[in-house]
Each structure stands twice: as structure tokens, then as C-alpha cells.
């Protein structure tokens, strides 16, 4: 009975308190992803760390805040990647910052890159048979993110349309993310970093925090602390998790959806058997569709 006793009190109702910050920040390049990605950090507060691939852009803003970084060089494969947040956990910090998490998919060495090189190498020129492989070692990459201890905040680059505006003003918007479809489900809040105005506006925003357009200040960090720590339960996020689920439009983004929202929903039964639910019904719906396609 002793023992017993001792394994059930090791289980608690899972609350949000428990939750850690999952934030991408998205937009083109100059949008100052990174600046704000900083500010965001010191709202949060605690020990901050940096993976930057983009040649020291980030210790550019060491006077803003404390923080240590590690520059990470090409190749840019996931289990680098991986790496370093295992260590980051390992030496204790609160929030780790991955600038840029587009490097993992589009930079050298990369997962695009990776399975070219594997479908000449091994698969005769089938870059979709090379998948097989390639997709794997991202998705490891992702559980690592959803699973890892600290607050992660991502920047990814976007792929840059120029449009003229008023005034025959040459305006930068920011468009798809260079990361794999389906990434935006695997976070908790997705912002869109404009280029001129350093305004960000939510494209998913599961906090319910931001209604419009702001900039991006360290109270942005301040604000989604506290919402982090001022939860009971998952039951509030619930409804969007299966809907994220439920509108997947493919068996890739139907991955990234059930991912995410197992790890959100970890350790709170009735919600689990729900959203295993959800990903069973749209899987049996894309799956026919995939097939005779």
C-alpha cells in the first residue's frame, strides 16, 4: 500500500501553470524578428539562451538583455538542432530563443537539402521515397520542441512579396514561412512581424491575447507569462486544439496538429482520449481523398 501511495501521488491533474511558451515569430528579413524575440525573453524573465544561425545577428542586441548564445554553423540538420536544446535544458535556462528554425528546413544542410542529396544517393532521384527518411529526423526535432522544459521561442523567415502602396511607397509583406506546412499548429501563438512598421499581428493565437495589430514590447513577454500561469486546466484550449485537428488538410498537417496537441493535453486523460478521437475521424477522411489522388 506504501508504494502505491507514493506512485499515485506522483500524478496531478495536469494545469496550465505547467504549460511552457511555444511563440513563432514570422516575417521577412529586417522585420527585427529577433529584436522582439529578445524582448519577448526578458518579459518572461529567468536565464536566456540563443541558438543563432544567423552569423552572430543576435549578440548585435547584447545590451538589451542578459543572455548567452551558441552560433550554430552550417550543416543545419535537426539533430544539431536537438543538440542544443538538450543542452540548454541541461544547464538550467528558462527560455531558449532558435534564430532562425527556417535554417532546419531551407539552409544548407537542412531537411530540403538533406533529401536531395538522399534521393540521389539512395533512392534513384525519388525525392518522395527519400521522405521516408527525411521526415522522421524533422518530426524528432518538433516532439523535442513540444516536449522540452524551457519556453521556445522560434523565428522563421518568410518568403518576401514587395507590393507599392500609397504614394508609390515600396512595401515588404511578409507571406508562408520558411518552415514545413503544418508548423504554425505546433505553436502557441503565431506572429507576423510586418517589415516597415515592426508591428506584429497573431495568425494563431490560442492565449486569445492579441486582438490586432501592436508592436512587440517586453509587456508582450509579461502578458504571456502570466497567462501561462494563471490557468487551471487545458479545457479552455480544448475546442481550438480539436479544431486545429478537424481542419488539417493533409496527413502531414494532421501530424503537426496531433503532436501539438497531445503535448498541450499531456497527463489529462479525457482530453487525450478526445483529441485521438478527433486525429482517428480526419485521418480516415484525408486518407481516401490521398489515395486516389
Not at 501553470?17 to 522582439?36: D, E, F, N, V
Not at 524573465?45 to 550554430?72: H, M, Q, R
Amino acid at each position: 500500500m506504501g508504494q502505491q501511495a507514493e506512485v499515485i501521488e506522483m500524478f496531478k491533474k495536469a494545469e496550465r501553470k505547467q504549460a511552457k511558451l511555444r511563440l513563432a515569430l514570422a516575417g521577412p528579413s529586417g522585420s527585427g524578428k529577433t529584436y522582439s524575440a529578445l524582448l519577448v525573453a526578458k518579459g518572461i524573465g529567468g536565464k536566456i539562451a540563443v541558438l543563432d544561425t544567423e552569423k552572430g545577428s543576435a549578440s548585435l542586441y547584447s545590451d538589451l538583455v542578459d543572455f548567452d548564445v551558441v552560433d550554430l554553423t552550417a550543416p543545419f540538420t535537426p539533430e544539431r538542432y536537438i543538440e542544443v536544446i538538450g543542452a540548454a535544458e541541461l544547464a538550467g535556462y528558462d527560455t531558449l530563443i532558435i534564430d532562425s528554425y527556417s535554417h532546419e528546413w531551407t539552409g544548407p544542410g537542412g531537411c530540403l537539402e538533406e533529401n536531395e542529396r538522399l534521393a540521389h544517393s539512395k533512392f534513384k532521384g525519388n525525392t518522395w521515397a527519400a521522405w521516408n527518411e527525411t521526415t522522421p529526423r524533422h518530426r524528432k526535432l518538433t516532439n523535442k520542441i513540444l516536449g522540452s522544459s524551457l519556453h521556445i521561442i522560434c523565428t522563421m523567415r518568410s518568403k518576401t512579396e514587395t507590393v507599392q502602396g500609397e504614394g508609390k511607397k515600396i512595401i515588404k509583406l511578409g507571406m508562408k514561412s520558411e518552415q514545413r506546412d503544418g508548423t504554425d499548429y505546433e505553436f502557441t501563438v503565431v506572429l507576423d512581424v510586418a517589415h516597415d512598421s515592426h508591428e506584429a499581428v497573431a495568425s494563431k493565437d490560442r492565449t486569445r491575447l492579441f486582438g490586432g495589430y501592436e508592436v512587440i514590447t517586453e509587456e508582450t513577454g509579461k502578458k504571456l507569462i502570466a497567462w501561462l500561469n494563471g490557468g487551471t486546466s487545458i479545457k479552455d484550449q480544448l475546442v481550438d486544439l480539436v479544431a486545429d485537428i478537424a481542419s488539417a488538410k493533409d496527413i502531414e498537417t494532421l501530424q503537426s496538429a496531433y503532436a501539438a496537441a497531445y503535448s498541450t493535453a499531456r497527463g489529462d486523460d479525457e482530453a487525450i482520449a478526445r483529441i485521438v478521437a478527433a486525429k482517428d475521424k480526419r485521418k480516415a477522411e484525408l486518407t481516401p481523398a490521398q489515395e486516389s489522388a
